[in-house]
């Protein structure tokens, strides 16, 4: 099953994509005045039965069905439960594009590099990302797939870990390079206003293989910058999700990031970030295509 989120009259509307990702259905329209009224309140009331009813609803979605092109897409979970737990260098090509960026090197980890993600709301596909003049003068782009929880736990197992996930989306993780080294930690250049999109949609993990082996890829302007497979990750989700939720509790509705390949735009000599006007097209196998502007 693949969700959405649109704003239909101003308002929030969680969706599912029917008739081959042409049209919505609202959940309202397939579960009724108990209806979630986000995605992330069906992400932390999933449940067997409700399911069992959207996957028929899929089937046979009636007449309460709304084009997709008639509607505005929102990112799937615009306003986060908390921070987004992301990972850093967690493909070996972009930690060794990097490996003199950070003062030392990192071209063999022993651990995952965790770091916090703000997005007070994060934008969604079509939206801008702000320029922030006179903040920042070094934007960069990362491709990313964003694994949502969807049943917390405390010391997972990592044969378990996939039971705990809900489903996929892409992230762009979008960093100022400059704030980022010259703070040290990287929490200040991840979380300016709009420094997060995702979308187009959230997919179901019963989507995907376990682990999901899914191309992925970063184009600006149209020319491919970063392109890879999330089977090259160094610690992978079962490992991750059982080492993080070591004496510390995964929530429902928490998003972990996976951290971006190599073809950043620091890693280019001389380094290649974005310009105002610039389009960033991120793009993940079965998930779809999230495109942002950097304004003018």
């Not at 001389?270 to 999230?290: A, H, K, N």
Request: charged share 25%; hydrophobic share 35%.
């Amino acid at each position: 099953m693949k969700f959405i989120t649109v704003k239909i009259e101003g308002k929030e509307t969680p969706a599912l994509l029917v008739r081959d990702g042409h049209e919505i259905l609202p959940l309202s329209a397939a579960l009724g005045d108990n209806a979630p009224k986000t995605l992330l309140e069906l992400v932390e009331r999933e449940d067997e039965t409700i399911l069992k009813t959207l996957r028929e609803a899929q089937e046979n979605p009636g007449r309460d069905t709304l084009y997709l092109a008639d509607v505005e897409i929102m990112a799937p979970i615009p306003h986060p439960l908390r921070n987004i737990i992301c990972l850093g260098l967690n493909y070996l090509d972009h930690a060794t594009e990097l490996k003199d960026s950070f003062g030392k090197q990192r071209k063999e980890l022993s651990a995952p590099v965790y770091f916090g993600k703000m997005a007070n709301e994060i934008i969604g596909p079509g939206d801008f990302i702000r320029k922030h003049e006179g903040v920042t003068e070094t934007i960069d782009y990362e491709v990313e797939l964003v694994a949502v929880i969807g049943k917390g736990g405390t010391n997972i197992k990592a044969e378990e870990a996939f039971d705990h996930i809900f489903g996929y989306t892409i992230m762009n993780d979008i960093t100022a390079r400059d704030l980022q080294h010259r703070h040290t930690q990287w929490v200040r250049g991840k979380s300016l206003d709009t420094f997060t999109a995702m979308g187009p949609i959230l997919v179901h993990r019963s989507q995907f293989n376990n682990p999901p082996e899914l191309d992925l890829s970063c184009a600006v302007n149209g020319e491919i910058r970063q392109s890879s497979n999330t089977r090259n990750f160094i610690f992978d989700l079962p490992y991750v999700i059982s080492d993080l939720s070591r004496g510390f509790t995964l929530k429902s509705g928490d998003m972990i990031a996976t951290g971006t390949p190599a073809g950043v735009g620091m890693g280019f000599e001389p380094p290649r970030y974005l310009q105002p006007g610039d389009t960033v097209t991120c793009t993940i196998e079965g998930i779809g295509t999230l495109e942002n502007h950097l304004e003018d």
